[in-house]
């Protein structure tokens, strides 16, 4: 097992899922708790940008999607959790649906812990997401593009730590766009010389760094489903999206 990997695995080497998760909350331990935080500051953003397609000007959708998930939190839809209903995204953002339809007012949102800014994220950015009001963007649309983003951006951050705790997190930055392609991105040349590398130890290292990219892109979206063979349908249903 590779560094980075053990965090997503529980109590015996059974991997960790969003289902999982949730179906284990009612043991309230401050490990589950913590887990869920982590869960609902990645569908955050998802979710924001759904109510915001549905209509929702910002305050109240960035107070309703904040609501909600302090519902989610304090156990209200656990009774509704069952694996069997499909891939995680979709249930939560049905939940988040219903609970739209229901009209809960901002006073609700802030008795619920709506003031409780416990995700901390750029609504700013999730407004360019979101897009302007009079573009045609089914808000279903909406939320996987953001879903998809979110799930990268997890992925990224798990590569940057274990870079960080290596002390390699410099060469990693200017490795990263060269996993895309990017055509701004330093030369390999210039980046072995800045490091001291060989090209060929510079080139067997991105090589490994895309590996390791795939290695938690398939960890991360494996949390998202319940079954194991649905990990390829739902990998490629990301990359379709991330395409759009």
Same mark, same amino acid.
């Given at each position: $097992? ?89 249930? !939560? ?77 410099? !060469? ?29 130890? !510079?080139?067997? $290292? ?11 892109? !398939? ?26």
């Amino acid at each position: $097992m590779q560094a980075g990997d053990q965090g997503n695995q529980g109590a015996g080497g059974v991997a960790t899922t969003h289902w999982s998760l949730i179906l284990d909350a009612t043991t309230s331990t401050s490990a589950s708790e913590f887990a869920l935080r982590e869960l609902c500051q990645t569908y955050w953003g998802p979710l924001y940008v759904f109510a915001r397609r549905r209509g929702l000007p910002p305050p109240e959708a960035e107070d309703q999607t904040q609501a909600f998930l302090a519902a989610f939190l304090a156990g209200d839809y656990l009774s509704r959790a069952d694996p069997e209903r499909g891939r995680f995204r979709s249930f !939560l953002v049905s939940c988040f649906e219903n609970y739209l339809r229901n009209e809960w007012r901002r006073s609700q949102a802030r008795k619920r812990g709506g003031d409780q800014r416990w995700v901390t994220l750029d609504v700013a950015l999730l407004e360019q997401a979101a897009g302007p009001a009079s573009e045609s963007l089914p808000p279903d649309v909406a939320y996987n593009r953001q879903w998809a983003r979110s799930l990268l951006n997890v992925v990224f951050r798990r590569l940057r730590e274990e870079w960080a705790a290596s002390d390699r997190l410099g !060469l990693f930055e200017q490795l990263e766009p060269h996993l895309w392609g990017d055509v701004t991105a330093v030369p390999y040349p210039d980046l072995a010389q800045r490091f001291g590398l060989t090209q060929v130890n !510079l080139r067997v $290292m991105l090589h490994r760094l895309r590996q390791r990219y795939r290695s938690i892109l !398939l960890e991360t979206v494996a949390q998202t489903v319940a079954d194991p063979a649905e990990v390829d349908g739902e990998l490629q249903f990301l990359i379709q999206v991330l395409r759009q």
